[in-house]
């Protein structure tokens, strides 16, 4: 049960490049979502999927887009990278329907520069 | 919408002194709250969470958390703090209606001999 994957760990663009962080979770959980964490601002969303075949947009969307691509996998692509985009993004993930299980299980990050 | 505030953003302790870590936050309805910790180069844990029930939350590692309702509080507590705890906390808030979660910016706890 590897719980939440993200790929890649760490990737360097060059202002205008595209590319497509994936994540994957082996958990059965319904819910997956995309933030950016810089310092001094905490995690911010930029989309989530409540569930499979649904996607909405979160604090900061602009620049971003995501594709669930089934129930395990919730990817998100920056069509044209800009330096603003220089963070550490995480994956998460969360069951539903269970009070005990309200909790998000985060991916370990990608650490992202866009020079 | 709700927000969080954690009040502090670094808090230097020494080594087996006690800690707490302040979190506030703002809705205007019911929510369940979290707080996270994040190692360095690591995704976040959760460290515990309050759903319902008892408002005094016993977490891993030793935390503990009080909801407090009335003043829109969530300070966590450790009676005696190691150099393993350095970290960032995060605490964050969620309607109990919805499946979002909003952070507060995090406070960065370090802990030294």
């Known amino acids: 049960n590897a719980g939440v994957t993200q790929t890649p760990k760490f990737q360097v663009l060059k202002t205008g490049q595209s590319m497509t962080l994936q994540c994957a979770q082996d958990m059965n959980h319904n819910s997956m979502y995309w933030y950016r964490q810089d310092p001094g601002m905490g995690l911010r969303l930029i989309y989530y999927s409540a569930s499979e075949g649904t996607t909405d947009k979160g604090e900061v969307p602009n620049g971003y887009n995501v594709s669930r691509l089934n129930k395990r996998e919730f990817s998100l692509r920056l069509e044209s990278a800009a330096p603003s985009q220089t963070s550490v993004y995480f994956c998460?993930?969360?069951?539903?329907?269970?009070?005990?299980?309200?909790?998000?299980?985060f991916g370990p990050g990608t650490r992202l520069t866009v020079t | 919408a709700q927000s969080v505030t954690q009040l502090d953003s670094q808090v230097p302790v020494f080594e087996e002194a006690p800690v707490e870590l302040r979190c506030n936050y703002s809705s205007s309805v019911s929510v369940y709250l979290f707080w996270y910790v994040q190692y360095p180069n690591q995704g976040l844990q959760l460290l515990l969470k309050?759903?319902?029930?008892?408002?005094l939350v016993k977490g891993i590692n030793g935390f503990e958390a009080e909801f407090n309702k009335s003043q829109t509080s969530f300070h966590l507590r450790k009676p005696s703090v190691h150099i393993s705890d350095t970290a960032e906390y995060f605490c964050?808030?969620?309607?109990?209606?919805?499946?979002?979660?909003?952070f507060g910016e995090g406070t960065q706890l370090t802990v030294n001999p």
């Open positions: 309050y759903l319902s029930g008892s408002t």
């Open positions: 998460a993930s969360r069951t539903a329907g269970n009070l005990f299980s309200y909790e998000q299980y």
């Open positions: 964050a808030v969620g309607k109990t209606s919805g499946s979002r979660l909003t």
